[in-house]
């Protein structure tokens, strides 16, 4: 929303024109030879729009089989959301299986975190901890998705229940926010271990740039304990998304993935709905339903 983002990969959204995010669809009429009516489309800059004309260049043509008909699943764990899970995962985490490592994941009920945190324990990880904003979301995550424990940020204390929760330190950190919430992870971090840098949520509306700075101290514990922070941009790893998306599918449709998502009805909502998923109304991934 800023005039400028601060990243080449996102333009800002213009006064006057109309507001665009990740959307899918089903095509109504077609005078393009790459799509037809029918087709499952998605795209990253999908107009708040009930109807719209929207270029075939500009849209990715899905197979709705991979998420059994749950079209919204291509926005979130069979799309952009579980790709940064996955692939942040994998190109930044250094999970090994048979290594005892434990993963902490910070935002970790919403879209990506709580894939990422499945994803932590499928590829071996012994413990995963999530630290979110509520008692549901803590519920959520140990009771439906299999976390080995959670931590409510606005009502405990973080250093204290990660002592408890982590006992052998923590190996890797699936960093989505950022902040105190960070330094205070990265302060309970063993030698070696690996920062996922993914995203800085309580940051993004001061104005500084990506990534923002860390303080001295959180940067002498990163320099001291020999661990790797490198920034990830799911952008950059888009050879690999076929290969991961059917990954990814395969663990949903078996149930080794469980799915979270907050479903809002009607476009009028959409506003709302993000102002929300911005403080944290959501859990998994916030949807917003123009039409069945
Ligand atoms: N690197 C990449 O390629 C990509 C990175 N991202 C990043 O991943 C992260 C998660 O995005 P996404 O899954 O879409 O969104 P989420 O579904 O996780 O929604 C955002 C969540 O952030 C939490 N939050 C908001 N403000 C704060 C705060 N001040 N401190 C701590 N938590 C906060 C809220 O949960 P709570 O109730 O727990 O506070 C809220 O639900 C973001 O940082 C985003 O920028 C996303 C896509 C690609
Ligand atoms: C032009 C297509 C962009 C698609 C990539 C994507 O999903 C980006 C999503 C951003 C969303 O609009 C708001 C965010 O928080 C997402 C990403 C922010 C990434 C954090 C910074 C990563 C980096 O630049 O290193």
Redesign the pocket.
């Known amino acids: 929303m800023n005039e400028d983002t601060g990243a080449e990969y996102l333009t800002p959204w213009q006064l006057s024109e109309c507001v665009d995010g990740g959307g899918v669809g089903v095509v109504e009429s077609s005078r393009c030879p790459t799509c037809a009516e029918g087709d499952v489309v998605t795209s990253f800059n999908w107009p708040w729009q009930t109807h719209a004309v929207m270029a075939g260049s500009g849209l990715q043509k899905v197979d709705s089989q991979l998420v059994d008909g749950h079209l919204s699943y291509f926005l979130g764990a069979v799309g952009?959301?579980g790709l940064?899970a996955l692939l942040?995962i994998r190109e930044k985490g250094y999970v090994t299986k048979g290594a005892n490592q434990t993963m902490v994941i910070?935002?970790?009920?919403?879209?990506?975190?709580s894939i990422a945190g499945q994803i932590g324990r499928l590829d071996g990880c012994v413990r995963v901890v999530g630290i979110?904003?509520?008692e549901d979301?803590c519920k959520a995550l140990v009771e439906d998705l299999g976390f080995s424990a959670a931590i409510n940020?606005r009502q405990e204390d973080v250093a204290a229940r990660l002592k408890e929760s982590c006992p052998a330190g923590i190996d890797v950190y699936f960093d989505?926010?950022g902040?105190a919430?960070s330094d205070t992870v990265i302060a309970q971090m063993n030698n070696g271990g690996h920062v996922i840098l993914?995203?800085?949520?309580?940051q993004y509306n001061k104005d500084v740039p990506y990534p923002p700075p860390l303080s001295e101290e959180t940067q002498e514990n990163l320099q001291s304990k020999n661990i790797t922070r490198e920034r990830?941009?799911?952008?950059n790893y888009m050879s690999k998304v076929d290969a991961a998306l059917f990954e990814l599918s395969q663990w949903v449709k078996s149930a080794q993935i469980k799915v979270l998502e907050t479903v809002v009805n009607g476009i009028e909502n959409m506003g709302a709905a993000f102002c929300s998923?911005?403080?944290?109304?959501?859990i998994?991934?916030?949807i917003i339903k123009i039409s069945a």
Do not use: E, P
Request: with cysteine.
């Open positions: 952009i959301t940064t942040g910070s935002g970790a009920a919403g879209a990506c975190g979110c904003g509520s979301k940020y989505n926010v902040g919430i993914c995203g800085q949520i309580s990830f941009m799911v952008l998923m911005m403080k944290g109304g959501n998994g991934k916030q």
